[in-house]
C-alpha cells in the first residue's frame, strides 16, 4: 500500500513536438521556445523535458539518477555490478533542486533489458525509505531527461541541456504548477519515465488509487506516489509486457464512454470492452490531457489521450515537417504560425509516429480540415495606424495596463499586435471602446465584458466572455472550450469553431438577451445548463458537402431550461441531453415483455432503434408501459427538450434574419452562403416548460 | 407594495424536543441565545463529556474547564481585566482589517429570507467582523455595507463587474463543507420575485450551481480565474473550498497561485439544502486538518499574510480559540450567526418553510416578518459576547492578543483519542482525565434495533417514495449536523470513512447532467449490472421473493435467490443466483450462476462441467480471510461475503472483509494472471444499509453490494401482507416492486452522486479498489489499516 507517501497533484502546461520521416532532427531550442511560451502555466517548481532518439544502440541503456551524494552513488554502482552489468560513461552534475542534487547519467551496456528494469525497481526501492535518497528516474535507451527544479528555460540550463546541441526525433516537455509537493525535489518533476516510455502530464487523476493497484499487483511497487507517475508505468507495462499497440493503450487509458461505444458496431464494440475489462485498473479518470512518448526501436510514438469530458486544454497542429501537441495554440502559432491546428474530440486520444505521421487524429475523419485554421493576418485591411500596441514581449499585466493607459487619454480604440497569449484582455475596460487584437489572445477574454467590442484576427483560447453582461465580440478564427459561460447579454459570432461546453449557463433577463453565432461546428456540452438567449450553429464550411457531419457533439443542450438553439442539420437525438444507458432501458422492455405487456415483435421494434428516446417510446408505447418504463429517464432537475427538425419558417426568419445579416457582413460571406443558410434545414431545440415563469417577473419592490 | 398588515417578530421561538443527537443541542443553542440578549459573555468552556467530536477532545493544557469557568463567574463583572486584550486581526497581507478573528460566512440571500442577510451585515459593520454575503447577489441594503465580501461562484448568480467591485474583497467558492463537490442549490420553491431580481433567474425554477466551476479544472485554471478577477477589481481574492483529502496542498496551492487567504468549510458546516448522502459521507472535519494546512504553507514559506479562515461547525469563542491554536487565522461561522437569530434546527431550509423566519420563502407581501432592528441587534449581541468570551479565554492563557494564539498547537492537549490523531493534530496526548472532554468512540456490535436508526429508516422510505416525497430521487436535507462519528456513535466501520471530494485540483461531476458510469461487467463480461448493486438473499419466503426476482430483472440486476422461483421463465433466471444444489438438472432454466458454500466446495470440480458460474459464498469472519487461497485455484468466478452467513460471535465487519479478501485475490496469480482479475467479489448482508455503504465497500475492493433488509424496509415490509397463503387482496405486488425499482434508482442517484462528488466518472472502471479516495477519522488504526485508508487530516 501506499501509505504515508505523499500524493503529489500536479497542474501544468505540456508540449510536445515529433519529427517526420523525411524531416531533419528536432534542435532542443524548439523543445524549450514551446514550453517557455506557457511558463506562465507553471512555476518555479520544476520543468523538464524528454528526448527520443531512435537509432540509439539497442543494448546501451541510459540510466538518469538524482542521489544525495557520491557516497550513496558507489552504492548503486555496487548494487548494478553485483547482479553483473557492465557500468559505462558517467557524466555527473550538480542541479538546482536542493534535496538528491546531484545528477547522474551513466550508460549500461545489456542484452537483458528485462533484469535491468528489475534491478532498477529494485534500487529504487531500496534508497526510497524513510527519506529519497537516490532515484532513477529515466532507464531507457531511447529515451533521454532531463529535469529540474525551475522554470523551462532555467531547467534547461541546470541540466545542461541547452548547451549540449542536442537533437531529437521526438521531444516532450513540461512546465508545472505542484498544487502540492516537495517543491525542493526534482524527483516530482515531469516528464516521469519507465524503460521507453516518458509522459508528461496535466491534470489530476481521480482513479489514481485504481491505478496504483494494477500497478503494485503487478509488481511495481516502488512508486514516488505521484498521480502523474503511474501512468509512464502503466504505459511501458502495456506496452513492454503485455505488448499491446500504442492504439489499444490510447484506448485503454483514455476510457472511452461505454454509452457510445455502439455507434462503433458490435465488433469494435466488443473488442473495446473486452480490452476494458482486461485492464480493469489502468483505464483513467479525473481530468488529463497527456502527452506520451514512447519508442520501440522501430518507430517513435507520440500519443496524447484526453480525459472524457476533456477538461484540461490540448490542441494538436501539423505542418510540413512536423506535428505538434500543446496546452495552448500560441505555443504551436508561436513556432509554425502557418501550421494546421485542430483540437481532439473529448475522451479521444491522438496517435503520431515518426514514420506513420498522423495515425489517429482524435476527431471524425472529415472533420479535421474544416476545424484547422491559417493565423488570419489582416494587419493592413482597415485604417490602424493609431494606438497601436506591439505586444510581442509584453507580459498579460504590461499589455493590460498599456491598454488602460491608451482609453484613458481619450480614445476609444486600441489595435494589438503580435499576440501571443496574453490573458484577461478586455477585462473591465470602459463601456464603449473597442479592441482590435491580431494573433492569438490568451484566456479570459472579455470576462465581465460590459460593453467593449471586441474583434479578434486569429483564434481565441479558453474561457472567452466569461459573464459578459453587454458588447460585442468577432473572432475570425476559432476558440477553444468554454466560451460564453455564464453569457448574459451582447452577441458574439464566431467564423469558425468552437470547443467544449460553449455557452454553457448562457441566460436572458429582461430586454437583456445574448445572441451568439458559431459560423462552423462545436464539441460536447454546447448549450449545457443554458437558461435564455439565442444560439446558433451553422456549418457554413460543410455546406456543399454531400454526407455531412453532425456540427455538435455530444450532450447537446444537457439541463437546458430556457433560451432556443438551432444546429444547421440532423443531430442525433442520442447526442442531445442525457439519457439512460440503452441497455438498461431495453433491459427493462425485455422484463415488460416477459410480464406480457408488450408484445415480442413490438419488443423487437423498440430494442433495435438507433435511438431510444422518451418521445419515441411515448408514440409506441401504451400508457402502463410508458409510465413504467418512463422511470428510467425521470430526475426532478431533468427537463424535457423539444426537438424539431425541419426549415426555417416564417417566425424562425423574422427573428434570425436581423443577425445572419450582421454576421455575414462581419466576416465578408458571400450572399450565396447566406440563402444557402436561408434555405437548410435546422435542429431546433427548447425547453418544453412554457410556464408562467418563462416571462420575466414584472418589477416590484422588496419588501422589509 | 402591500396595503395588509405585517406582525414583526421580535422574540425567539421555543426550541422544540430534538428528535435525534444534534452538534447543535439545547445547550449550544441556548448559549449563544444568551449571547443574542446580553451581549456579555455566558461562560468560557462548554462541557463536552457526551460529545465525540475531535475538536472537543482537545484542551488547553493548563486549564480545567470546570475550574476555569467556575473562577470566570467570580470575576466576570470585572471588565479592566480584559481590556487590554486585542482580538484585531489583519486578513489578506494586511488589506482587511476586522475587529475580531471572526468572518460570519457566506449565506446567500436566497437561501436566508432577507432580513437574515441585512443584519449579517450591518452587524459587521457594527462590530467591525466581516460578512460573506454568498452567492446569488446582493441585496441592496447588504451592498451598502462596508464589511462584506462578495461571492464569485459557478453559478455566476447575481454577479457582473459592478457587484465584483462592491465589498472588501472577492470569494470564489470552489465548494462548501456541507457538500463539497455538489454545486449551489436554491429550491425553485423559493425562487420568488425578490430573488428572481436579484439573481437574474426564473421564478420557480431551481437554481442549480454546476458542481464545478467550468473554467476551473486544476489549480492553474484557479490561477487564472484569481488574475483575472483581480486584473478587473483589484481587491484582495479569497478561495473557498470544502474541507477534503487534499486540504493542505489545495491550500498552499490557492496561495501559490496569488490568492489572498483561503476560507476552508469542514464537514459539519450547515446549508439550505444538501443531498443527505453527501452531508454525512463526504469531507473531514476542519479540526482534523487545519493544523497541516498550517504546517505546510508554513513549510513552504506561503504562510505569512496569507488568510487561513476555518469553518465548519464553529460553534463559540471555545471553539474559535483551539481552531486558532491548531493554526487558523480567523473562524468562519455560519449557523452560529442562524442560532443567534432564533433557528432551532428544524431542518426544514430547503422546503422554505421556516419557524424562526429565516430561511423561509421570500414573498413580496409577507404577513409576517422578523424584525430587522431586532435582527441587528441581536446578531451584534452575539458577536460581542463572542468576543468577550474569546477575550477572557485569551486571558486565561496568559496571551495578550488574537494572532498570538495562532499555530499554538503546543497549548493543546489531546484526550481519547489515538495517538495516529494527535500526531496529526500536532498536539501532544494527553492521558490523564480532564473534566468536560468528550470520549473516544469505540467500535462495538450493536444490536439491529440500534443499528436501523429511525433517521436511516425514514431516509429508506422516501428513496421508494413510501414516506410520500420524490420516489427515486435522493434524500435532500438541510442545517445542523447528524454525522457519526463526531456526532453520532458510529455503528459500523463504514461510519469512520469519509470520501473525498473533488476541490480545484479536479473537477466534480455534476450527475445530473454529465454522465457517471455505474454499469458493472461480472465473470469477464458476460454478467451486466446497471449497477453495483444486486439483492442480496433474504430469510423470508413469499410473495417478497417474487418482487424481488421481478425487480432483478427490471433493473437489470442480479437476486441471489433460495431458490429457482420460476425455472421457464430463461430470460428472467440470468439475473437468478440460486445455490448449487437447486442447480442440479435444472441446466435449461437460464440460470447462469450458481452459489456453493465454502465448505462444500469440493462439488465444484463436477459443477463446474455444466456451463455455469459458480460463485463461493463465505461468511464475513476471520476465518474466511484464511481460506480464500484455498478456492483461489478452484474453477471459480466469484467470491461471496454475506455478512449474514453463519452469523455468530466471530463476524467481523464487513468492511474489514471485504479489504482483505480483495487485497488477497491481487496479491495472488492464477498461472500468470492476478487472481482478482478472474474472481469477482460480491458482498452482501442485512448489515448493508444504503448507497454510501455500497460506494465504499466498492472502493474497499467489492465488484457490487447486494442489499436485503434495507430493501425490504424501504418498501415498508410487512411479513403478514407478502405471505404467499395469505390474503392477498389488500396487497398491490405490483407497486410494492415499482417502489423497489425506485429504491434502486435512487441508490444509483446517491451513488452518483458520491461518484461525482469525488470526481469519479466510471464506478467500475474508477472506484472499484481505489482506497485513495477515503480517509477515516480517529479510527483505531490496527483496522485502518487492515482497511488500507490513509489517517484523514495527514499530508
Redesign the interface.
Known amino acids: ?4 507517501k ?2 503529489s ?1 500536479d ?3 505540456v508540449f510536445a513536438v515529433l519529427k517526420k520521416k523525411h524531416s531533419s532532427k528536432i534542435p532542443n531550442q524548439i523543445a524549450v521556445d514551446g514550453i517557455e511560451c506557457v511558463r506562465f ?3 518555479k517548481f520544476g520543468a523538464g523535458f524528454a528526448s527520443f532518439n531512435i537509432e540509439n544502440s539497442n543494448k546501451d541503456f541510459l540510466l538518469s539518477i538524482f542521489v544525495e551524494n557520491e557516497n550513496t552513488f558507489d552504492e548503486i554502482k555496487t548494487i548494478l555490478s553485483d547482479h553483473g552489468f557492465t557500468i559505462g560513461n558517467i557524466k555527473s552534475q550538480t542541479i538546482a533542486a536542493s534535496e538528491l542534487s546531484l545528477d547522474i547519467s551513466l550508460i549500461i551496456s545489456t542484452d537483458n533489458s528485462e533484469k535491468l528494469s528489475q534491478v532498477v525497481n529494485e534500487i529504487n526501492y531500496k534508497f526510497s525509505t524513510p527519506n529519497y535518497r537516490a532515484r532513477i528516474y529515466s532507464s531507457g535507451n531511447y529515451v533521454n531527461v532531463y529535469k529540474d527544479i525551475g522554470y523551462p528555460s532555467d531547467v534547461a540550463s541546470s541540466t545542461g541541456l541547452i548547451t549540449s546541441d542536442t537533437v531529437a526525433d521526438l521531444w516532450i516537455a513540461h512546465t508545472r ?5 516537495p ?1 525542493s525535489s526534482a524527483i516530482w518533476c515531469h516528464p516521469f519515465s519507465n524503460v521507453n516510455a516518458a509522459i508528461v502530464h ?3 487523476i ?5 491505478n ?2 494494477f500497478l ?3 509488481g511495481v511497487t516502488n512508486l514516488v506516489g505521484t498521480d502523474s507517475e503511474v501512468v509512464a508505468f502503466i504505459v511501458d507495462y502495456l506496452a513492454r509486457i503485455e505488448n499491446l499497440s500504442m492504439n489499444d493503450i490510447g484506448l485503454i487509458l483514455s ?1 472511452p ?3 457510445f461505444l455502439y455507434r462503433l458496431g458490435s465488433d469494435k464494440t466488443k473488442y473495446i ?2 480490452l ?3 485492464y ?2 489502468a ?1 483513467l ?3 488529463f490531457t497527456i502527452f506520451i512518448g514512447y519508442s520501440d526501436g522501430n518507430d517513435v510514438y507520440l500519443l496524447a489521450v484526453i480525459d ?2 476533456k ?2 486544454p490540448v490542441v494538436i497542429g501539423e505542418d510540413d515537417d512536423c506535428i505538434y501537441m500543446a496546452s495552448e495554440e500560441c505555443q504551436i502559432r508561436m513556432l509554425s504560425p502557418k501550421a494546421n491546428i485542430w483540437t481532439p474530440q473529448p475522451g479521444r486520444f491522438v496517435l503520431a509516429s515518426m514514420n506513420q505521421g498522423i495515425i489517429e487524429s482524435g476527431r471524425d475523419s472529415d472533420t479535421i480540415d474544416s476545424i484547422s485554421s491559417d493565423l488570419i493576418q489582416i494587419e493592413n485591411s482597415h485604417d490602424i495606424s493609431q494606438n497601436i500596441i506591439d505586444s510581442n514581449g509584453l507580459s ?2 504590461e499589455l ?1 495596463t498599456n491598454i488602460k493607459s491608451i482609453l484613458s487619454d481619450g480614445p476609444k480604440q486600441v489595435n494589438l499586435m503580435n499576440v501571443r497569449g496574453q ?2 484582455l478586455g ?2 475596460l470602459p463601456k464603449d471602446t473597442e479592441l482590435n487584437i491580431y494573433g492569438t489572445p490568451g ?2 477574454l472579455a ?2 465584458n ?1 460593453g467593449t467590442n471586441i474583434n479578434v484576427y486569429g483564434s481565441a483560447e ?2 472567452v466572455a ?2 459578459m ?1 453587454e458588447g460585442k465580440i468577432t473572432i475570425h478564427g476559432n476558440t477553444r472550450d ?1 466560451i460564453g ?2 453569457l ?1 447579454g451582447g452577441k458574439i459570432f464566431i467564423r469558425g469553431n468552437v470547443g467544449n ?1 460553449a455557452f ?2 448562457m ?1 436572458e ?1 429582461e430586454e437583456s438577451r445574448p445572441v451568439v453565432i458559431v459560423g462552423n461546428r462545436a464539441d460536447d456540452y454546447f448549450g ?2 443554458m ?1 435564455g438567449g439565442l444560439a446558433l450553429v451553422l456549418g457554413i464550411d460543410s455546406l456543399d458537402s454531400a454526407e455531412p457531419e453532425q456540427l455538435v457533439g455530444n ?1 447537446l443542450a ?2 437546458m ?2 433560451g432556443l438553439i438551432y444546429v444547421r442539420g440532423k443531430v442525433n437525438a442520442d447526442s442531445i441531453g ?1 439519457k439512460p ?1 440503452k ?2 432501458i431495453i ?2 422492455l ?3 415483455n ?2 406480457g405487456v408488450i408484445d415480442t415483435d413490438l419488443f423487437e421494434q423498440l430494442s433495435s432503434a438507433s435511438d431510444i428516446n422518451l418521445n419515441f417510446l411515448k408514440s409506441k408505447l401504451s400508457d402502463d408501459a410508458f409510465n ?1 418504463v418512463k ?2 429517464f ?5 427537463v424535457n427538450l423539444d426537438i424539431e427538425y425541419r426549415k426555417l419558417d416564417s417566425s424562425d426568419l423574422e427573428l434570425l434574419i436581423p443577425y445572419l445579416n450582421e454576421f455575414v457582413s462581419d466576416f465578408d460571406i458571400s450572399d450565396d452562403v447566406l440563402n444557402k443558410l436561408l434555405s437548410s434545414e435546422y435542429t431546433i431545440v427548447r425547453s418544453i416548460d412554457k ?4 416571462k ?9 | 407594495m402591500s396595503t395588509k398588515s405585517v406582525q414583526e417578530v421580535t422574540t425567539f421561538v421555543r426550541m422544540p424536543k430534538p428528535k435525534q443527537k444534534e452538534f447543535w443541542d439545547a445547550r449550544r443553542i441556548e448559549h449563544l441565545r444568551e449571547l443574542a440578549l446580553t451581549g456579555k459573555a455566558a461562560y468560557l468552556w462548554e462541557d463536552h463529556s457526551e460529545s465525540s467530536r475531535v475538536l472537543d477532545r482537545l484542551a488547553f493544557s493548563d486549564i480545567d474547564p470546570a475550574k476555569s469557568n467556575e473562577n470566570f463567574k467570580q470575576i466576570r463583572n470585572d471588565p479592566s481585566l480584559i481590556e487590554n486584550i486585542d482580538t484585531r486581526i489583519k486578513l489578506a497581507y494586511g488589506r482587511i482589517g476586522i475587529s475580531a478573528p471572526l468572518y460570519l460566512g457566506d449565506m446567500s440571500f436566497g437561501a436566508l429570507s432577507g432580513i437574515p442577510n441585512i443584519a449579517l451585515a450591518r452587524a459587521s459593520d457594527a462590530t467591525g467582523v466581516i460578512n460573506g454575503t454568498g452567492e446569488g447577489g446582493l441585496h441592496p441594503d447588504v451592498a451598502a455595507c462596508k464589511q462584506i465580501t462578495v461571492q464569485w461562484a459557478s453559478g455566476r448568480f447575481g454577479v457582473d463587474i459592478d457587484v465584483l467591485k462592491t465589498g472588501q474583497g472577492i470569494v470564489i467558492k470552489v465548494g462548501q463543507g456541507a457538500k463539497p463537490g455538489i454545486g449551489g442549490h436554491l429550491p425553485g420553491s423559493k425562487v420568488t420575485g425578490p430573488i428572481s431580481r436579484a439573481r437574474r433567474i426564473p421564478v420557480g425554477k431551481d437554481a442549480v450551481s454546476p458542481a464545478p466551476h467550468h473554467d476551473i479544472y486544476s489549480i492553474e485554471d484557479l490561477g487564472q480565474r484569481i488574475w483575472a478577477l483581480k486584473e478587473a477589481t483589484g481587491k484582495p481574492v479569497f478561495v473557498k473550498i470544502g474541507c477534503t483529502n487534499y486540504a493542505p496542498y489545495i491550500a498552499s496551492g490557492v496561495a501559490a497561485m496569488g490568492a489572498d487567504g483561503i476560507i476552508i468549510d469542514g464537514s459539519g458546516a450547515g446549508t439550505g439544502a444538501a443531498p443527505s448522502v453527501i452531508r454525512d459521507h463526504v469531507g473531514l472535519p476542519i479540526d482534523l486538518v487545519v493544523s497541516w494546512v498550517d504546517r505546510i504553507l508554513t513549510q513552504q514559506n506561503l504562510r505569512k499574510g496569507f488568510s487561513v479562515i476555518a469553518a465548519g461547525a464553529v460553534s463559540n469563542a471555545e471553539d474559535t480559540a483551539k481552531i486558532l491554536a491548531l493554526g487558523a487565522d480567523c473562524v468562519s461561522t455560519g449557523t452560529a450567526t442562524l442560532v443567534g437569530l432564533g433557528c432551532l434546527m428544524v431542518h426544514k431550509c430547503h422546503i422554505g418553510f421556516c419557524p424562526a423566519l429565516l430561511t423561509n420563502k421570500l414573498v413580496d407581501d409577507p404577513t409576517k416578518v422578523l424584525s430587522l432592528d431586532k435582527s441587528v441587534e441581536w446578531t451584534s449581541q452575539m458577536i460581542f459576547g463572542w468576543i468577550e468570551e474569546f477575550k477572557w479565554i485569551l486571558r486565561e492563557l496568559n496571551l495578550n492578543s488574537a494572532s498570538e494564539l495562532v499555530g499554538r498547537r503546543d497549548l493543546l492537549r489531546g484526550y481519547n483519542m489515538h495517538e495516529e490523531t494527535a500526531n496529526i493534530l500536532g498536539v501532544e496526548l494527553d492521558h490523564s482525565s480532564k473534566s468536560l472532554v468528550g470520549p473516544q468512540p469505540i467500535q462495538k456490535q450493536v444490536s439491529d434495533d440500534e443499528y436501523w436508526t429511525p433517521i436511516l429508516q425514514g431516509e429508506l422510505r422516501e428513496l421508494s417514495g413510501s414516506a410520500g416525497r420524490n420516489p427515486g430521487e435522493a434524500v435532500i436535507t438541510s442545517m445542523g449536523t447528524i454525522s457519526a462519528p463526531f456526532v453520532d456513535q458510529p455503528r459500523s466501520v463504514c461510519d469512520w470513512i469519509r470520501s473525498d471530494g473533488a476541490q480545484v485540483t479536479r473537477p466534480s461531476i455534476d450527475p445530473y447532467r454529465e454522465e457517471i458510469e455505474t454499469s458493472t461487467y461480472l465473470a469477464h463480461g458476460d454478467i451486466r449490472l446497471s449497477n453495483p448493486i444486486y439483492l442480496g438473499r433474504l430469510t423470508e419466503e413469499g410473495s417478497i421473493e417474487n418482487i424481488f426476482y421481478e425487480v432483478a430483472a427490471s433493473m437489470g440486476l442480479l437476486f441471489n435467490s433460495n431458490k429457482l422461483l420460476d425455472d421457464t421463465n430463461k430470460s428472467m433466471n440470468s439475473s437468478l443466483l440460486i445455490p448449487h444444489s437447486e442447480f442440479l438438472n435444472k441446466d435449461n432454466s437460464g440460470i447462469k450462476c450458481i452459489t456453493i458454500d465454502y465448505n462444500q466446495i469440493e462439488q465444484i470440480e463436477e459443477l463446474s462441467k455444466n456451463d455455469i458460474h459458480i460463485m463461493v459464498r463465505f461468511p464475513s469472519n476471520e476465518k474466511t480471510i484464511n481460506l480464500i487461497p484455498s478456492v483461489i485455484e478452484q474453477k471459480i468466478t466469484g467470491i461471496i461475503i454475506d455478512w449474514d452467513f453463519e452469523n455468530n460471535q466471530d463476524t467481523i465487519d464487513l468492511a474489514i472483509c471485504t479489504s482483505e479478501v480483495d487485497n488477497i485475490l491481487r496479491n495472488t496469480r492464477i498461472n500468470t494472471t492476478i487472481a482478482r482479475n478472474e474472481i469477482n467479489l460480491l458482498v452482501e448482508g442485512s448489515r448493508v444499509r444504503m448507497a454510501a455503504d455500497i460506494f465504499k465497500l466498492v472502493g474497499l475492493g467489492a465488484d457490487a453490494v447486494g442489499i436485503s433488509k434495507a430493501a425490504l424496509l424501504s418498501i415498508n415490509y410487512d411479513p403478514k401482507k407478502f405471505r404467499n397463503d395469505s390474503n392477498e387482496s389488500n396487497f398491490d405486488q405490483d407497486k410494492t416492486r415499482e417502489k423497489l425499482e425506485y429504491t434502486i434508482l435512487a441508490m444509483q442517484k446517491e451513488i452518483k452522486l458520491l461518484a461525482g462528488a469525488a470526481g469519479i466518472s466510471s464506478i467500475q472502471n474508477s472506484l472499484l479498489g481505489n482506497r485513495e479516495l477515503f480517509r477515516t477519522v480517529d479510527l483505531d488504526p490496527l483496522i485502518r489499516k487492515r482497511l488500507g485508508i490513509k489517517a484523514g487530516g495527514s499530508p
Open positions: 500500500m501506499t501509505d504515508n505523499l500524493v497533484k497542474d501544468c502546461g502555466r507553471g512555476s504548477q505542484p498544487t502540492n509537493s517543491g496535466n491534470g489530476d481521480s482513479s489514481f488509487g485504481s496504483i493497484n503494485n499487483y503487478r476510457n464512454y461505454d454509452r470492452r473486452d476494458l475489462y482486461r480493469r485498473g483505464e479518470d479525473g481530468p472524457r469530458s477538461f484540461r498579460s499585466y493590460n490573458r484577461y477585462v473591465n484566456n479570459c470576462n465581465f460590459k479558453d474561457n466569461d459573464t453582461y468554454v459561460y455564464a448574459q461546453r454553457i449557463l441566460r433577463y449545457e445548463y437558461a450532450f444537457t439541463g431550461l430556457r442525457l444507458p441497455e438498461d433491459n427493462y425485455s422484463y415488460l416477459y410480464k413504467s422511470k428510467l425521470s430526475s426532478k432537475y431533468s410556464s408562467k415563469d418563462s420575466t417577473p414584472k418589477v416590484t419592490i422588496v419588501e422589509e
